[in-house]
């Protein structure tokens, strides 16, 4: 019998070439580069992986080139690419094949798609929802014609705001956020949570 792959050969990332359940009457295998480890330890039948499609089957054997070339291991999250090079005199300084990595962000690479970056940064406005309508409130009808808001009231007490027979209301400040809300302070910090709330 064939010896299958350590647990010290089989990491993430590694190129191996599985039995997939199906095929394990007749030993089919097939290659493709491991996303997660679903056995802790070595097994007599081989480790079993999952690969980066998604298929799930027992290592065989290493997949790479018969040459000691280079093999190429892209990375599940598609980021990296990591080129791993064996050279044949290496062996014997150390025991074993030495391997150089070279790493390279592949997103820099030529030809890879996707929108390029912003020119411009992004202010802190382009993150602001606007306020959630809730309701008729005391002045939701004339916020949405746009018209200003005179009562009654306002005409009376003059353009001071003050009536020497009745006491003075609390001090109403507008939205810094959207300008569309007033109210007193309780209700502005109120409505300019909302605007940042999810």
């Given at each position: ?69 280079s093999l190429t291991q892209v990375q599940p999250d598609g980021n990296m690419e990591v080129t791993t090079e064996a050279r044949p005199g290496d062996a014997s300084l150390h025991g074993g094949a030495t391997k150089y990595h ?97």
């Amino acid at each position: 019998m064939p010896s299958v792959p350590t647990t010290r050969e089989v990491v993430s990332g590694a190129l191996v070439n599985i039995v997939l359940k199906d095929d394990q009457p007749t030993g089919r295998t097939v290659q493709g580069a491991v996303s997660h480890l679903l056995t802790r330890g070595n097994h007599p039948r081989g480790i079993k992986v999952r690969l980066s499609d998604g298929r799930v089957g027992r290592v065989q054997s290493m997949a790479g080139t018969a040459s000691g070339g280079s093999l190429t291991q892209v990375q599940p999250d598609g980021n990296m690419e990591v080129t791993t090079e064996a050279r044949p005199g290496d062996a014997s300084l150390h025991g074993g094949a030495t391997k150089y990595h070279h790493y390279h962000d592949i997103r820099t690479a030529q030809g890879s798609e996707g929108p390029p970056p912003p020119t411009q940064p992004i202010g802190l406005d382009a993150y602001i929802k606007p306020a959630k309508k809730r309701g008729k409130g005391k002045r939701a009808g004339n916020a949405t014609t746009g018209t200003p808001t005179s009562t009654a009231d306002d005409t009376l007490l003059g353009s001071s705001g003050c009536d020497a027979g009745q006491p003075s209301e609390p001090e109403e400040s507008a939205c810094p956020v959207c300008g569309d809300f007033t109210g007193d302070a309780a209700a502005l910090a109120h409505h300019v949570q909302s605007h940042f709330d999810d």
